[in-house]
């Protein structure tokens, strides 16, 4: 049974950086094509996606995001790592991560979200 | 604004079927068979319905099936169920730099 859960901050300032934690179970990104990935929804608008991370360490990014994320992973702890640097109003959304079963594959499997605001 | 553009809103009654369209461009839709559909039930995460453009994930009914054409795909759902009422969403593989696109997301309402 493939599961994931998002944690972090759920109010964060504006300039500062939100970092983001997928924990997942059911699956291993040591698997040859597995992804974790990770997509946003503001309130009552809809969903973006930010960025994935390959088993074999492949990165991909949303071009208009780019310069702010870095995603990383950490296979012996199950976990997906996301930053977004110089967070603004505009970022306030629920973030979910979800899992791919190959390349290319779209997400399958998401986590239950959650939500980050970004208020001074 | 969303790379894929989807109609706001459609209905239908109960056992009609409704279709709801995306439309994107050569460099996403159009270029790949790379397009998935998911539904989302408010405050719930979104679910796989179609991917591969007609593909059914494992459990999601028959009832709900994906097609393309050009640069536009489609999701029709058939015999509709009140619980089929929610907003759906089309992603594309957009090639190795942008990679992935959603629409705008379309507001289903069973009357």
């Known amino acids: 049974q493939i599961t994931l859960k998002e944690s972090g901050p759920t109010l964060v300032k504006p300039t500062q950086t939100l970092t983001l934690t997928c924990t997942f179970s059911?699956?291993?990104?040591?698997?040859?094509?597995?992804?974790v990935g990770w997509i946003r929804q503001p309130p009552g608008k809809a969903l973006e996606w930010l960025a994935l991370?390959?088993?074999?360490?492949?990165?991909r990014y949303s071009p208009s995001l780019k310069s702010r994320l870095t995603i990383t992973k950490d296979t012996s702890k199950n976990q997906v790592v996301l930053t977004m640097t110089n967070m603004d109003p505009v970022d306030t959304a629920t973030y979910y991560c979800?899992?791919?079963?190959?390349?290319?594959?779209?997400?399958?499997?998401w986590g239950q979200g959650t939500l980050v605001t970004v208020s001074s | 604004q969303s790379a894929l553009t989807q109609p706001r809103s459609v209905s239908g009654s109960p056992g009609q079927s409704v279709t709801i369209s995306c439309t994107g461009t050569?460099?996403?839709?159009?270029?790949?068979?790379?397009v998935s559909w998911y539904q989302q039930h408010p405050g719930k995460a979104p679910k796989l319905m179609i991917y591969?453009?007609?593909k059914r994930p494992s459990g999601v009914p028959d009832r709900f099936s994906g097609s393309k054409s050009g640069n536009t795909a489609s999701l029709t759902i058939s015999g509709l169920q009140a619980e089929d009422e929610a907003d759906y969403y089309c992603?594309?593989?957009?090639?190795?730099?942008?990679?992935?696109?959603f629409g705008g997301g379309t507001k289903l309402t069973v009357l």
């Open positions: 979800a899992h791919s079963l190959q390349w290319l594959s779209p997400p399958d499997y």
């Open positions: 059911g699956f291993s990104l040591s698997t040859s094509g597995v992804g």
């Open positions: 991370i390959y088993w074999d360490d492949d990165k």
């Open positions: 050569s460099s996403d839709v159009g270029g790949y068979n790379y």
């Open positions: 591969d453009v007609s």
């Open positions: 992603c594309s593989y957009a090639g190795s730099y942008t990679f992935a696109v």
